[in-house]
Structure formats: C-alpha cells, structure tokens
C-alpha cells in the first residue's frame, strides 16, 4: 500500500513560443501606438499652419475697412508678397476687383448708371510644403 498517491507533474511558466508571440503582439502594439503619436503630431503642426494662415489672411481683410473705397485696388493688391507664419515662410497674394451686380442691370444698361456696383477683396494664402 501507498501512502502518498501519485501526483500528476504540471509544468509551470511558460514556453518559448508562447513568450515570443507575446513579445510579437506587444511591439505591434507598440509600433501602432508610436504611428498614431507621431502622426497626431504632423497632423497638429500642420494645423497651426492653416490657422496662422487664416488669422493672417483675416487681418488683410480687415485691413480693408481701412481704405477709401476709391482706394482698394491700389492700395491693397499684392502677388506672392512673402510672410511668417511661426517658422515657416508663406506667400499671401491679395486681389480686389470690381463687380456689377446684374440685379441694376449691367454695364450700359445699367439703372443707377454705375458699372462697378461694389468691390470683391480675396485673400489667398500659400503654405509651401
């Protein structure tokens, strides 16, 4: 007779296929979540780009309410004039032409007998890169 039963041997810890596809899955993970860092960061630099682009080209249209009707055109009309925005170098090109509204009729036929009824300003921002 036997005093102590047979116990059944167990193994403890783990196998070396089992720790290499635990290593495998953790540096995908890993990788997964350094992309998503980084590239939440390019998309947030990129960002405050436009938005200094948009104060920017904001400000020139508020320049506008400054002129003389009679002196828009001359006044604010640049190409490419080069500007900073943060540390990088952008290109704003400001346009004003005049408009006859079709409403009065246009160019001779024209009730009030004004070709140019009013004048569009538009502002466009470059940001190379």
């Given at each position: 007779m036997q005093l102590?039963?047979?116990?059944?041997?167990?193994?403890?810890?783990?196998?070396?296929?089992?720790?290499?596809?635990?290593?495998?899955?953790?540096?995908?993970?890993?990788?997964?979540?350094?992309?998503?860092?980084?590239g939440g960061e390019q998309y947030l630099n990129e960002e405050r780009y436009h938005r200094l682009a948009l104060l920017t080209a904001t400000d020139r249209l508020e320049n506008?309410?400054?002129?003389?009707?009679?002196?828009?055109?001359?006044?604010?009309t640049e190409n490419n004039t080069s500007i900073m925005l943060s540390d990088k170098i952008g290109y704003r090109t400001t346009t004003v032409t005049a408009v006859d509204d079709p409403h009065d009729g246009?160019?001779?036929?024209?009730?009030?007998?004004?070709?140019?009824?009013?004048?569009?300003?538009?502002?466009?921002?470059?940001i190379p890169g």
């Open positions: 102590f039963p047979r116990q059944i041997e167990q193994e403890d810890g783990m196998t070396l296929i089992e720790v290499s596809i635990a290593v495998f899955l953790s540096m995908v993970v890993m990788i997964g979540g350094l992309q998503f860092f980084y506008a309410n400054r002129y003389a009707y009679s002196e828009l055109t001359d006044s604010l246009t160019g001779g036929a024209d009730v009030d007998g004004i070709a140019e009824d009013y004048k569009n300003v538009t502002v466009m921002v470059l």
